[in-house]
């Protein structure tokens, strides 16, 4: 098993910036594919960034150009920098991944873009 635990949400301005941070512990030696996902209310749950083991990444198109993916190994832990942020950015973010063909995810972290 593996546990997820999100930080760095908050509430920002339209175009300000936050970084989410998730760490993971438990069966980390195995951790493959990590990334975030993102839920408004009304909405279904949305892929935003992923990250592989090597670095590799893939972005959601409403996100590309404006936020980032990264990950530290040794930390156990893999990061989102968003700027620019618009109020289409307001969701539940979670953190994810996949252990033995199971989703694991985080608890979450609010993010709030406002005027």
């Known amino acids: 098993q593996v546990q997820l635990v999100e930080s760095g949400g908050g509430s920002v301005q339209v175009g300000g910036s936050l970084r989410l941070s998730c760490v993971a512990s438990g069966s980390v030696e195995r951790l493959r594919d990590m990334g975030w996902f993102r839920q408004a209310p009304g909405k279904e749950r949305e892929m935003v960034a992923l990250v592989s083991p090597g670095g590799g990444y893939n972005l959601g198109n409403s996100v590309r150009g404006r936020f980032s993916i990264s990950r530290d190994d040794a930390k156990n832990t893999i990061y989102l920098q968003m700027n620019s942020l618009r109020h289409e950015d307001t969701a539940m973010y979670y953190c994810?991944?996949?252990?033995?063909?199971?989703?694991?995810w985080g608890q979450g972290t609010q993010v709030t873009v406002s005027s």
């Open positions: 994810w991944t996949a252990l033995s063909g199971r989703d694991n």
